[in-house]
C-alpha cells in the first residue's frame, strides 16, 4: 500500500508561515503528480496546489496563489507547501495526494493516493 507521510502542521498567527512536508515512495515521487488539498470542518475537501513536475508546471486554488508555493526535493522524495501570509480562513486538515498525468490536475476524484493529513491551524 502506498503511504504518503505529511508532517508539518501546526498553529500558527494569522499572518505567519508554515511549511508542510509530504514523503512519498521514490516510485510514486518520480512518476506521479504530487498535490495538496485541504478540507475545512463542514466543508468539501478543496484543491490547493499540483505540481506537473515533467511539464515544469504547478497548479494552485485561487484562494491560495501568490501565497503558497508547492516545491519538491528529489533526493528525499519529498513535495513541500510553504504558506505565507496565513489567514484564519486557511485552517484545515491539509492532505498530500498523487495521481498519475493526465488531465484535470484539480479534480480530487483523479488522486489515486492519499496521506492522513495534518492539522494547520491559524489564530487571527
Known amino acids: 500500500q502506498v503511504q504518503l507521510v505529511e508532517s508539518g502542521g501546526g498553529l500558527v498567527q494569522a499572518g505567519g508561515s508554515l511549511r508542510l512536508s509530504c514523503a512519498a515512495p521514490?516510485?510514486?515521487?518520480?512518476?506521479?503528480?504530487m498535490g495538496w488539498f485541504r478540507q475545512a470542518p463542514g466543508k468539501e475537501r478543496e484543491f490547493v496546489a499540483a505540481?506537473?513536475?515533467?511539464?515544469?508546471?504547478?497548479y494552485y486554488g485561487d484562494s491560495v496563489k501568490g501565497r503558497f508555493t508547492i516545491s519538491r526535493d528529489n533526493a528525499r522524495s519529498t513535495v513541500y507547501l510553504q504558506m505565507n501570509s496565513l489567514r484564519p480562513e486557511d485552517t484545515a486538515v491539509y492532505y498530500c495526494?498523487?495521481?498519475?498525468?493526465?488531465?484535470?490536475?484539480?479534480?480530487?476524484?483523479?488522486?489515486?493516493?492519499w496521506g492522513q493529513g495534518t492539522q494547520v491551524t491559524v489564530s487571527s
Open positions: 495526494a498523487a495521481r498519475p498525468y493526465g488531465l484535470g490536475y484539480t479534480y480530487i476524484h483523479e488522486y489515486d493516493f
Open positions: 521514490e516510485s510514486i515521487f518520480n512518476s506521479y503528480v
Open positions: 505540481g506537473v513536475w515533467r511539464d515544469g508546471r504547478t
